[in-house]
C-alpha cells in the first residue's frame, strides 16, 4: 500500500476495525474511508455494490462482523450465521466486481476444530467437528476466508485472511450478557470493587486454556500482511503463550484491586478445553507480538474507566 492509496476498513467502529484505523494512521496513511451502519448496512446487497461502484477503495480490511460470547451465540445461531456470512460475502463479492487490488479477511480462531492439535497450526482447519457453542459463528468465518481463496484460485485475486485468538484491549464490548471473558470479566470484578462485594461466581471451573492478543497488536499483523503476505492460507494471530480461565480470572481480579472471593459455577458451559494457536508462520514472516498480557489488562481497564458509557452496550 502507498501512503495515499484508497483504504476501506469495514467496522472501523469496533475493536479491531477501530484499531486498524489508529495502526494505519500511526503509518503514515491517510485515505482512509469508512461508513458507520447507519451509512452503509453491510446485509444490503444494493447498498454494498453501490457503496464499492461510488468509493472505488483499492484496499480493504474486512473487520466487521456480528460478535458475542458463549452465551450470545447460543441463543441466536441463526442470527450469528447468516448476518456474518451476509456482510462477508457482500463486501468480499463486490470487491471482487470493483478490481480491488488486495483485501485481508479478518476471522477468529474458533474457526479451528475443537480437539485441534495443540498448537493449532492453519492446516488443521475443517480436519474436525467444531466446537458446537460457536459452531454458528465458525462456520460463517469459515466460509469468508474459503471465499477469499476460492476467488484467489478462480480468478487470480490477492485476498488473504488473518485468524485471531481471543482478543482485547481499547473499545472492546463490555455488555455483560453479549461480551467476551475477558472485558466481562473486567467489568464483572469493577462492579464487584465498586459495590464491596464480598464473592464473585465465574462460569464454567476455570480449567480451560486461552490465549489472549492486544488488539492494538493485532491491528499491527494486519496491517504488515497487507504489505508482506500474499496466499490461500489463512495466517494465525496469537501471542503463542496460554493461561487457565482461573489464572486469567486472578490476574484481571489483582489488576482491578478486587481482593473478595472468586467461586465456580461448573453448571455453566467451559466451551473449548484448549485454543493455542500455532504462530510459527506470522514469526517465519517477520512478525511478533509486542504487548504482555497484564499490560495489556492494565491498558483495557484505563479504557474501560475512561470511557464508562462502553459498559452499557
Given at each position: 500500500?502507498?501512503?495515499?492509496?484508497k483504504?476501506?476498513?469495514?467496522?472501523?467502529?469496533?475493536?479491531?476495525g477501530?484499531?486498524?484505523?489508529?495502526?494505519?494512521e500511526?503509518?503514515?496513511y491517510?485515505?482512509?474511508?469508512?461508513?458507520?451502519?447507519?451509512?452503509?448496512?453491510?446485509?444490503n446487497?444494493?447498498?454494498?455494490?453501490?457503496?464499492?461502484?461510488?468509493?472505488?477503495?483499492?484496499?480493504?480490511?474486512?473487520?466487521?462482523?456480528?460478535?458475542?460470547?458463549?452465551?450470545?451465540?447460543q441463543?441466536?445461531?441463526?442470527d450469528?450465521?447468516?448476518?456474518?456470512m451476509m456482510?462477508?460475502?457482500n463486501?468480499?463479492?463486490?470487491?471482487?466486481?470493483?478490481?480491488?487490488k488486495?483485501?485481508?479477511?479478518?476471522?477468529?480462531?474458533?474457526?479451528?476444530?475443537?480437539?485441534a492439535?495443540q498448537?493449532m497450526?492453519?492446516?488443521?482447519?475443517?480436519?474436525?467437528?467444531?466446537?458446537?457453542?460457536?459452531?454458528?459463528?465458525?462456520?460463517?468465518?469459515?466460509?469468508?476466508?474459503?471465499?477469499?481463496?476460492?476467488l484467489?484460485?478462480?480468478?487470480?485475486?490477492?485476498?488473504?485472511?488473518?485468524?485471531?485468538t481471543?482478543?482485547?484491549?481499547?473499545?472492546?464490548?463490555?455488555?455483560?450478557?453479549?461480551?467476551?471473558?475477558?472485558?466481562?470479566?473486567?467489568?464483572?470484578?469493577?462492579?464487584?470493587k465498586?459495590?464491596?462485594?464480598?464473592?464473585?461466581?465465574c462460569?464454567?471451573?476455570?480449567?480451560?486454556?486461552?490465549?489472549?492478543?492486544y488488539?492494538?497488536?493485532?491491528?499491527?499483523?494486519?496491517?504488515?500482511?497487507?504489505?508482506?503476505?500474499?496466499?490461500?492460507?489463512?495466517?494465525?494471530?496469537?501471542?503463542?503463550?496460554?493461561?487457565?480461565?482461573?489464572?486469567?480470572?486472578?490476574l484481571v481480579a489483582?489488576?482491578?484491586?478486587?481482593d473478595?472471593?472468586?467461586?465456580?459455577?461448573?453448571?455453566?458451559?467451559?466451551?473449548?478445553?484448549?485454543?493455542?494457536?500455532?504462530v510459527?508462520?506470522?514469526?517465519?514472516?517477520g512478525?511478533?507480538y509486542?504487548?504482555?498480557?497484564?499490560?495489556?489488562?492494565?491498558?483495557?481497564?484505563?479504557?474501560?474507566?475512561?470511557?464508562?458509557?462502553?459498559?452499557e452496550?
Open positions: 500500500m502507498e501512503k495515499d492509496s483504504i476501506y476498513v469495514a467496522g472501523h467502529r469496533g475493536m479491531v477501530s484499531a486498524i484505523v489508529r495502526e494505519l500511526r503509518q503514515g491517510h485515505n482512509i474511508v469508512t461508513r458507520t451502519h447507519k451509512e452503509l448496512d453491510l446485509i446487497q444494493r447498498e454494498v455494490e453501490r457503496f464499492f461502484e461510488e468509493e472505488r477503495p483499492e484496499y480493504v480490511f474486512l473487520a466487521a462482523a456480528k460478535v458475542g460470547g458463549i452465551e450470545a451465540n441463543s441466536a445461531l441463526a450469528f450465521m447468516y448476518d456474518n456482510l462477508e460475502m463486501v468480499i463479492h463486490a470487491a471482487w466486481k470493483t478490481g480491488v488486495k483485501l485481508e479477511f479478518l476471522g477468529s480462531s474458533c474457526i479451528y476444530p475443537r480437539l492439535p498448537p497450526p492453519e492446516s488443521c482447519l475443517l480436519t474436525s467437528s467444531l466446537e458446537p457453542t460457536n459452531e454458528a459463528y465458525a462456520l460463517a468465518k469459515i466460509s469468508g476466508l474459503k471465499y477469499c481463496e476460492y484467489n484460485r478462480q480468478y487470480g485475486t490477492d485476498y488473504i485472511s488473518v485468524m485471531p481471543n482478543l482485547y484491549g481499547p473499545n472492546d464490548n463490555y455488555h455483560p450478557e453479549h461480551s467476551h471473558v475477558l472485558p466481562a470479566l473486567i467489568r464483572r470484578f469493577h462492579e464487584a465498586v459495590n464491596g462485594l464480598e464473592e464473585v461466581t462460569w464454567g471451573d476455570g480449567s480451560p486454556l486461552r490465549e489472549f492478543l488488539v492494538d497488536d493485532l491491528a499491527n499483523l494486519c496491517v504488515f500482511l497487507m504489505n508482506n503476505y500474499s496466499g490461500n492460507e489463512t495466517v494465525n494471530a496469537g501471542t503463542g503463550k496460554e493461561l487457565t480461565i482461573r489464572k486469567l480470572t486472578e489483582r489488576v482491578i484491586g478486587y473478595g472471593r472468586i467461586l465456580w459455577d461448573a453448571s455453566r458451559p467451559n466451551g473449548t478445553p484448549r485454543k493455542l494457536l500455532d510459527s508462520k506470522a514469526k517465519a514472516l512478525w511478533t509486542r504487548t504482555e498480557l497484564e499490560d495489556g489488562i492494565r491498558l483495557a481497564y484505563q479504557d474501560f474507566l475512561n470511557n464508562p458509557m462502553r459498559a452496550r
